[in-house]
């Protein structure tokens, strides 16, 4: 790192007086002086980009980010960019160039966006390290509540016990030799040992490579499991273990987006990851937007006109990604509904991506898989023409959702159904290159798939628990419903299913305004506000995109105890109150 040649006040003054017609007051250049001497490290330039690190809280991303302004406080406490004539004088000396720079790197990532873990997320951690090195006396609240991912045991869900004594077994082997003292001391009950010995048998150690597309044995299990819950039968053959259910899709988008002009429809709002992955691969994200005042449901004709309508635009639309239940949105799709979109894949030639991880998550009705939906349509009158013999589906689950949350522990699966074998062997490759998911992540996708059954020594305890998180986490989206309800300006859909509410909110003209100056969009500036105020950690619905002229917010209702929803209440009120 280079030094900069220092630069006085006169010059500087000066400098903007002859080039731009332009000079900082006394006080505008004491603040930029004072940030400029506190950096740590100093500011370094390369290719025309200022790099700083002065602290998350200054910036957007993360500790070192392009900022091709300061972000300062001028006089009257609005944000004071730093001029471009300032930038250009104060790093004329050329440094040493590095060989990776914002601009020769690959400008696809660059380019691609992940609001759930983004300015608000990096802001909330920033909080949190500040309360837990007891520097928080400042701060209006005494915890941050990261409400903004789907993240159970970070906020205090107890692991299945069951699930947890499998896995301890399975990274210390030698415990099987301890049954006894297990038995007695943890209350590891006689089939977790079974359960162990099973899996060590198929997978003989998690430090190990298993297969790239899996250990047998604990696809097998997925099979089996797949055919108790739609009573069709599921070839091992066709499941991919992977790490979580995203590491699936980028495998997916990956084989499918074989040139720039790939589209793939994508319900709006959507979970970022897709809009993310197609922006790295430099393919096209063609939104359908979801009908809101019917419980976010699908809307056939606008998923057709979207599907047109990029045809139009020369993109090649490959593929057609459903949610179920829906991520932001909770909205769980019924059975007609997924035949709608089956039958419209079938004609058009597209390919189903159906992402269900969180299919144990329903709070109403029950939960219709695509893979049932494809066998039934292929038994039915609809298909005596063998229209949907053909129809390519790729259905995906996680350990990460539901009542497991093992979001850590990386495990997964996807079943294919319908591929060209010649595809297959394509897909088998590029998994290869990764090697396998991890193993110890595969063997709690079998725990997950294959869980303790009535009748066998663990099963009280697990239905026990398994019970207890279904209900706190329904409890608790009913009480953030109920509260949305008596909120001004806010709408919100009943709790349907995943972990998650995503209402609309209606902000006060004088709120968007200064949201406008403030260079954020109106719910981004109400979810930073929220934050600031409260600890609490949401993600506004830009992050998944909305209809023009709506605005929203998502949040989980995985945090312990409904005080928090007390926070968000209070702090709304207020804020509207201030901006009437």
């Known amino acids: ?62 500790p070192y980010t392009r900022t091709p302004t300061m972000p300062l ?26 060989s990776l720079t914002i601009d020769n790197i690959n400008q696809n990532v660059r380019k691609a966006k992940y609001a759930v873990r983004g300015e608000l997320a990096v802001k909330s951690e920033e909080y949190r390290a500040k309360l837990q090195k007891g520097e928080g006396k400042d701060l209006p609240f005494d915890s941050v509540i990261s409400a903004n991912i789907g993240n159970p045991q970070q906020l205090d869900q107890k692991p299945i016990t069951f699930f947890r004594q499998v896995a301890s077994i399975m990274e210390n082997p030698e415990l099987l030799s301890k049954e006894a003292v297990l038995n007695k001391e943890l209350g590891y009950e006689k089939d977790v040992f079974e359960r162990a010995r099973k899996l060590l048998a198929d997978v003989k150690s998690v430090g190990a490579y298993s297969q790239s597309q899996g250990a047998p044995g604990i696809r097998q299990s997925v099979a089996d499991f797949i055919e108790r819950r739609d009573g069709y039968s599921a070839d091992p053959a066709h499941i991919y273990l992977s790490a979580g259910a995203s590491s699936g899709v980028n495998t997916l988008m990956n084989i499918i987006c074989a040139t720039p002009q790939t589209g793939v429809l994508v319900p709006i709002p959507q979970y970022p990851l897709y809009t993310a992955t197609l922006s790295v691969l430099n393919a096209h994200c063609v939104p359908y937007y979801l009908n809101e005042e019917n419980n976010w449901s699908t809307n056939i004709d606008g998923i057709r006109t979207a599907l047109k309508d990029a045809q139009k635009k020369g993109i090649d639309v490959k593929a057609v ?64 023409s063998g229209k949907f013999d053909n129809l390519e589906l790729a259905s995906l689950h996680s350990i990460s959702k539901g009542m497991v949350g093992e979001c850590g522990h990386r495990g997964g699966y996807y079943e294919m159904v319908g591929f060209d074998p010649e595809v297959v062997a394509q897909i088998y490759k590029f998994v290869s290159i990764m090697l396998c998911a991890p193993v110890i992540g595969q063997c709690m996708v079998e725990v997950m798939v294959n869980p303790p059954q009535p009748g066998s020594p663990s099963y009280p305890l ?6 207890h998180i279904f209900n706190s986490l329904y409890s608790r989206a009913n009480a953030l419903y109920e509260a949305f309800k008596e909120m001004e300006g806010v709408s919100c859909q009943s709790p349907q299913g995943s972990m998650y509410l995503f209402p609309t909110i209606t902000l006060p003209p004088k709120a968007v305004e200064t949201a406008k100056k403030a260079g954020k969009a109106p719910d981004e500036y109400y979810c930073l506000r929220l934050l600031d105020a409260t600890g609490i950690c949401i993600v506004p619905g830009t992050g998944f995109g909305q209809k023009e002229g709506t605005l929203h917010f998502r949040t989980t209702f995985l945090a312990p105890g409904t005080e928090w929803v007390g926070r968000i209440t209070k702090f709304h009120q207020e804020f509207m109150d201030e901006f009437r």
């Open 321 to 384: 990604v459903v949610i179920n239940p829906g991520n932001p949105t909770g909205a769980s799709l019924q059975a007609q509904d997924i035949h709608s979109v089956l039958e419209l894949a079938a004609e058009e030639k597209l390919v189903c991506i159906a992402d269900e991880v969180y299919q144990t998550n329903v709070f109403e009705g029950e939960f219709h898989s695509f893979k049932k939906g494809l066998r039934d349509l292929q038994r039915s009158d609809k298909n005596k």
């Open 73 to 98: 406080q001028g006089p009257n406490g609005a944000s004071l960019p730093l001029p471009d004539f300032v930038e250009k004088r104060l790093f004329s000396s050329a440094p040493q160039q590095k």
């Open 462 to 467: 697990y239905k026990k628990e398994y019970d």
């Open 1 to 62: 790192m280079s030094a900069t040649k220092p630069i006085g006040r006169a010059s500087w003054t000066m400098l903007g007086q002859k080039k731009h017609g332009c000079s900082w007051s006394p006080r505008t250049w004491k603040k930029v002086t004072t940030v400029l001497k506190k950096q740590q490290p100093p500011v370094e330039r390369s290719n025309g980009v200022v790099l700083t690190r002065l602290g998350r809280s200054r910036i957007n991303e993360s």
